[in-house]
């Protein structure tokens, strides 16, 4: 790991990570890896924030996916950045994957158990099980995410002069067993790995049905903590981030817009028919065992009732188990370029760290990266080193970039994606065969400068 072999560390020194979720638990692996001792400060079980139900670290709330494996793909080439900059949570996710095509998928439970059991075994690491309410003296990284609760919300929204907001709404999951597979069918889109998706087809009719069921449904109301402070009448509309929207929010923008979005059926064959579905609902597995599945794209905030009574006109819903039903949360996250520099430190104050979706990195995996080089970076802080500023050809580099851009004006969070990467100068048509040069261009960057660090 980059940052192991520095002995020139003051082992007494007091390092506050506070947060245990993804990027908490991978800033305080690499600073524990380092030899520096970590207090690693979690709510839970105490306290859970709105969203968070499981007692373990890095918790999984939203899709149980980290999205493509492969590494010409952006959040491929993400994992395997994070991969050689010593991740904790990569090696964990693949030790607990399910099968997803060309996706790595986790069963949650048994991805948050493997983590907290690395976490609480680390002998360098403290876990102190209580709110944090006020930002610590020393030096501290913080990685509350983005639903960061009461005094401490406070305390650093008085440090970074506020917040912005935005809205996540998570998919639901249904048994296996109540699927009915005489109308759904089992592939994968383009024949890509193994066909580890249950496709629900629709003919036309059956889609322009749900369409206009799915638009004249009911939305829930918002928990005050899910309303932004400036909106005081329960009718007023909410912001919602393109990455994560809620079907029923993508379905009112248009007619053909769920067609190009959740439910497009391209690439997929209807073997009853033998001909490409009008629409495609697809469901993807949720834990190792299969028992459960989760509608891929249909976060939501529909009412629980509105949820069974709509999703199940999906062909091959009709009679499906709802195990879980789609929430709607809040997310707050800082407006970084303006606070925070590239190795996550915060601009007026160096011994202040963020990592996480509080930074406005968008994702599982992004989240963990940031963790990383706000870890990382801590360390090197300690030892009197440069910040370690990762190339702008590395996917992470491109994140820290964007994230700490002091020439943009409206931020909003960003994920990994191949646009934000510099271009590669030269015209190749084959998709595939740019990202691949992109990718190796990327890891070229990233071993040289690791071996320059």
């Not at 494996?69 to 080439?77: E, M, Q, T, Y």
């Not at 400036?230 to 009718?235: I, P, V």
């Not at 379905?251 to 979005?261: D, H, L, P, Q």
Request: proline share 5%; glycine share 8%; aromatic share 10%.
């Amino acid at each position: 790991m980059p940052v192991a072999e520095n002995n020139n560390y003051n082992s007494e020194v007091e390092i506050s990570v506070i947060g245990a979720g993804f990027a908490g638990c991978e800033a305080a692996w690499q600073l524990a890896n380092a030899g520096l001792r970590v207090r690693l400060f979690e709510m839970k079980p105490k306290k859970f924030s709105p969203a968070h139900k499981y007692n373990g670290f890095a918790e999984l709330v939203c899709s149980n996916s980290f999205k493509a494996s492969r590494v010409n793909s952006a959040a491929g080439l993400l994992k395997e950045e994070m991969r050689r900059l010593g991740s904790l949570t990569v090696p964990c996710a693949e030790e607990t994957a399910v099968p997803a095509g060309g996706a790595l998928a986790v069963d949650r439970t048994r991805f948050s158990d493997l983590v907290t059991k690395k976490i609480n075994a680390h002998p360098n690491i403290e876990i102190i099980n209580e709110e944090v309410t006020e930002i610590p003296h020393g030096n501290v990284i913080i990685a509350t995410g983005p639903l960061t609760s009461g005094g401490l919300a406070e305390s650093i929204s008085r440090l970074s002069g506020g917040y912005l907001s935005f809205y996540d709404a998570a998919a639901p999951i249904v048994t296996f067993n109540s699927i009915d597979m005489n109308k759904a069918f089992f592939a994968a889109r383009y024949g890509r790995g193994t066909d580890d998706y249950i496709n629900c087809p629709f003919t036309k009719e059956e889609y322009l049905s749900f369409y206009y069921e799915i638009i004249n449904s009911e939305s829930a109301p918002l928990h005050e903590f899910d309303r932004p402070q400036e909106l005081h009448n329960k009718n007023d509309d909410f912001t919602v981030y393109e990455g994560c929207m809620p079907i029923e929010v993508l379905a009112k923008r248009g007619e053909e817009t769920m067609r190009y979005g959740a439910m497009k059926p391209v690439g997929l064959t209807d073997p009853s028919s033998g001909k490409r579905p009008y629409a495609v609902v697809q469901l993807r597995k949720e834990n190792s065992a299969g028992t459960m599945y989760n509608i891929v794209g249909f976060q939501t905030n529909l009412k629980f009732g509105e949820q069974k009574r709509v999703f199940s006109l999906i062909p091959g819903l009709e009679n499906a188990e709802f195990v879980r039903y789609g929430v709607m949360h809040r997310n707050s996250f800082l407006n970084s370029p303006k606070l925070l520099k590239s190795d996550f430190s915060l601009r007026s104050n160096g011994k202040i760290f963020f990592a996480g979706q509080i930074t406005g990195v968008e994702g599982y995996m992004e989240s963990a990266a940031s963790g990383i080089l706000a870890g990382l970076n801590l360390a090197r802080h300690l030892s009197r080193k440069e910040s370690l500023i990762l190339p702008p050809e590395t996917m992470l580099g491109a994140l820290s970039s964007y994230i700490s851009d002091e020439t943009v004006e409206r931020f909003q969070p960003m994920g990994a994606n191949m646009g934000i990467l510099p271009d590669i100068g030269e015209r190749i048509k084959d998709k595939q065969q740019r990202y691949q040069i992109i990718a190796d261009r990327a890891l070229f960057a990233l071993d040289n400068a690791l071996k320059g660090s």
